[in-house]
């Protein structure tokens, strides 16, 4: 009888085990019902048209990632609350934890060492803008190397993937500035020869500037990267999924696409 006793304590020990386990699992609580909780969902936003738009006269974010971070909002019935940070901390300050997600961040290896990437929401290259009339810069240029000559400089985003990519360049000059509108400036006052930005970026410089703006998709590219949400490291497959979840269908239903051609719009009319 004893033996038969010592037999089966293993057993309910184990059952006992899996109840309690099963019973956490169950209790368990994700990532983002704890933002739920909150009433909040916290957007890291370093600026960059049109991905992140922001009115300096009242505050207001747009452009289609600020858009999205709006909707996934909604699907988690909170609030978006947009931190403003920069390229340069977009990163950092999702590892510290002073936001849940982070905006229009470009999918590299080094970056996925120290946050969790979405699906892209939508496919990134960058590309190379110049003033045609500039006798530094060869007609017919095609490539990195037709521009990456002594006495040229490239205005690029400091902090951005657009940055890391200029390491391929070996003999021009990299000017590295805070902002999408300094770089801008650094090519319109003819300090730098070309602008290193995303190309749907750069289009939006082109189409503003049609007189004098060229534009220059690098072959081989220069860097061809998904743009998607940056999302904590420690957040659990499940969590990653309910918003690879929320992207797929945003879109295979063409939604970001109408909202990236209505921030083009937007950015287009304010230039005017």
Known sequence: MLSKLMTALPALALMGGLSATAAQAETAEGYWQGV????????????????????????????????LCKEFADVLKVKPEFVDTTWDNIVAGLQAGKWDLSLALNRTPARAMAVQFSIPAMEYQISLVYNKNNPKIAAGA??????????????????TAQDKA??????????????????????????????????DTNQLFTQSNPEWAVALNPTPALAKQGVAFGLPHNLSAADVEVVDIFLEEKVATGHVDELIKKAVDDVLKGAK
Do not use: H, W
């Open 36 to 67: 739920q909780k909150a009433g909040v969902l916290r957007c890291g936003a370093a600026v960059a048209p049109p991905y992140v738009m922001r009115d300096p006269a009242t505050g207001e974010y747009s452009g289609f990632f600020a858009d």
């Open 142 to 159: 095609a490539s990195v190397a037709d521009i990456d000559k002594a006495g040229v400089t490239l205005a690029v985003m400091s902090g």
């Open 166 to 199: 200029t390491a391929a360049v070996k003999n021009a000059t990299v000017m590295r500035l805070p902002g999408n509108d300094e770089t801008r400036l650094a090519v319109t006052s003819k300090r730098a020869d070309i602008l290193v930005d995303a190309s």
